[in-house]
Nanobody, 126 residues
Framework: QVHLVESGGGVVQAGGSLRLSCAASGRGFSTYDMAWYRQAPGKEREFVAS????????YYANSVKGRFTISVDNSKSTVYLQMNILKPEDTAIYYC???????????????????WGQGTQVTVFS
């Protein structure tokens, strides 16, 4: 099992910043690609950003590109999402995600292809 624990959510005025953290642990977690998703009330969960534990291959949704930065700290087994110039439309529950399509790894370790954290609320008011 891989365990993901998010923190850092809160309430902030538009234009402000927050940094979310996702602490990862468990069997083979460093093999997974990491991502942040969010879900606003009444909407489907959507992709925000992703990265590899090597720090390579960072990708962003168009809606957050230039404002959000995803990064990793391998010494702390933690993935961060730095969110700047926040807008009211960024209000959502933010979820940390670990995913892989490496079938041999999943079968050998008896783990899942995907894990989710419990989520952390981000509220941006104007």
């Amino acid at each position: 099992q891989v365990h993901l624990v998010e923190s850092g959510g809160g309430v902030v005025q538009a234009g402000g910043s927050l940094r979310l953290s996702c602490a990862a642990s468990g069997r083979g977690f460093s093999t997974y690609d990491m991502a942040w998703y969010r879900q606003a009330p009444g909407k489907e969960r959507e992709f925000v950003a992703s990265i590899m534990w090597s720090g390579e291959s960072a990708y962003y949704a168009n809606s957050v590109k230039g404002r959000f930065t995803i990064s990793v700290d391998n010494s702390k087994s933690t993935v961060y999402l730095q969110m700047n110039i926040l807008k009211p439309e960024d209000t959502a529950i933010y979820y940390c995600n670990a995913n892989t399509d490496y079938a041999e790894f999943v079968q050998r370790l008896g783990v899942e292809y995907e894990y989710w954290g419990q989520g952390t609320q981000v509220t941006v008011f104007s």
